[in-house]
Every structure is written in structure tokens, then in C-alpha cells.
T-cell receptor, first 108, second 115 residues
Framework: LAKTTQPISMDSYEGQEVNITCSHN???????ITWYQQFPSQGPRFIIQ???TKVTNEVASLFIPADRKSSTLSLPRVSLSDTAVYYC?????????FGQGTELSVKP | NAGVMQNPRHLVRRRGQEARLRCSPM?????VYWYRQLPEEGLKFMVY????????ESGMPKERFSAEFPKEGPSILRIQQVVRGDSAAYFC?????????????FGPGTRLTVL
């Protein structure tokens, strides 16, 4: 499974748009890109998944360039409750391989 | 539609005792995954099971750890003769089909503390 690289931490303020970029240079043809969110003392929660171009749901958008070697999770107008760790994963079926994730801190 | 359920939520054991962690997948899901999260670290895959079958146990320690997902009842992760290094949060996830586009839904976890 392809390894992912993402920033260890990010700071933002309420109401701002937050973009978290993830690198996955060795992504395979059949792999999908998936993002999870984890709050302290809770299990990860699925945010969004995509294969190429752009995917949008009620929570976030996911941008994937044509070469698929990176992806960007976009969180519009973050609030304090979006403070969490965000994991970028490359998924080929079966087990999920979690990296360190990006610790997002949203300040008032 | 209840989510993934895990019990107990907190478990305290003394060194050498056995720990049994239970996971009930979401209704209609026949694929279960166990992950372990050590303090200040990301989740690490342990084992992937389908009903009555172990599909992938590449992340499971070779000794003291075992997992099952019987035809009836919850999935069980069993740790024998626990040691302090087993203290961690253990998360279970489930999915309906196990294919690449399946979403894995996670439970709230069981926090194991070994004294």
C-alpha cells in the first residue's frame, strides 16, 4: 500500500477555509484516497473518499490532480469543533494503513 | 441503525491476566477489522475477519493475541497474559463487503489499562 505524507500540525481560525495536502507518490491504479477524522478518545470517522478530480459532500471537498500523487482535503469555514486529527489514507481494499495524521487546531 | 458497538469501553487488567474485547459490527456488515492505537500514535492494523474466517492477520502479534468472528455473536479480540505494553486503545471497524470502495465504520474503542 502506498505511504502517505501530510503535515504534522496546522493552525487555523474559526470561519477560515482549511486545506490539508497529502502526498502519495506510489499510489496504485486501483487505490482510492480516503480521509478520516479522529477526536480524542473516539474512533476515526469517515469524511470523504475519491479516486480522481473533485469530490464534494456536506462536510468537505477532496481535490485530486490528474497524476493522483497528491490530494487536498478542503474544510470550508471551520469551527472550534473541527479541532481534531485528520488522516489521509490510500486504500486498496482490506486493511487501512494510518500515518501520523495532521493535528488541526482551530482557534477562536 | 446502531453503529459499531464495542464493550467494555474501559478494561483494567493486572499483568498476566487475560483481556477479552468484544465488537458488534453494524447491521448487515460481515467484515470486521481490529486496530490498536498506542498513546500519542496513529492506529495500527491488527487483523481482518469475515464471518468464521481470518482474512488477514499480518498486524497481529504472533503470541498471546487471537481473534475470532463466529457465525453468531460478536467478534472477540483476546489477549492472554497481558503485559504493560498492551495498554492501548483497541478499535474495531466494520464494513459490508470488504472491497476497495467500502467505508470502514469505527466503534468507540476499548481502552485497556494493564497495571
Amino acid at each position: 500500500l502506498a505511504k502517505t505524507t501530510q503535515p504534522i500540525s496546522m493552525d487555523s481560525y474559526e470561519g477560515q477555509e482549511v486545506n490539508i495536502t497529502c502526498s502519495h507518490n506510489n499510489i496504485a491504479t486501483n487505490d482510492y484516497i480516503t480521509w478520516y477524522q479522529q477526536f480524542p478518545s473516539q474512533g476515526p470517522r469517515f469524511i470523504i473518499q475519491g479516486y480522481k478530480t473533485k469530490v464534494t459532500n456536506e462536510v468537505a471537498s477532496l481535490f485530486i490532480p490528474a497524476d493522483r500523487k497528491s490530494s487536498t482535503l478542503s474544510l470550508p469555514r471551520v469551527s472550534l469543533s473541527d479541532t481534531a486529527v485528520y488522516y489521509c489514507l490510500v486504500v486498496g481494499g482490506g486493511k487501512l494503513i494510518f500515518g501520523q495524521g495532521t493535528e488541526l487546531s482551530v482557534k477562536p | 441503525n446502531a453503529g459499531v458497538m464495542q464493550n467494555p469501553r474501559h478494561l483494567v487488567r493486572r499483568r498476566g491476566q487475560e483481556a477479552r474485547l468484544r465488537c458488534s459490527p453494524m447491521k448487515g456488515h460481515s467484515h470486521v477489522y481490529w486496530y490498536r492505537q498506542l498513546p500519542e500514535e496513529g492506529l495500527k492494523f491488527m487483523v481482518y475477519l469475515q464471518k468464521e474466517n481470518i482474512i488477514d492477520e499480518s498486524g497481529m502479534p504472533k503470541e498471546r493475541f487471537s481473534a475470532e468472528f463466529p457465525k453468531e455473536g460478536p467478534s472477540i479480540l483476546r489477549i492472554q497474559q497481558v503485559v504493560r505494553g498492551d495498554s492501548a486503545a483497541y478499535f474495531c471497524a466494520s464494513s459490508p463487503r470488504g472491497d476497495v470502495t467500502d467505508t470502514q465504520y469505527f466503534g468507540p474503542g476499548t481502552r485497556l489499562t494493564v497495571l
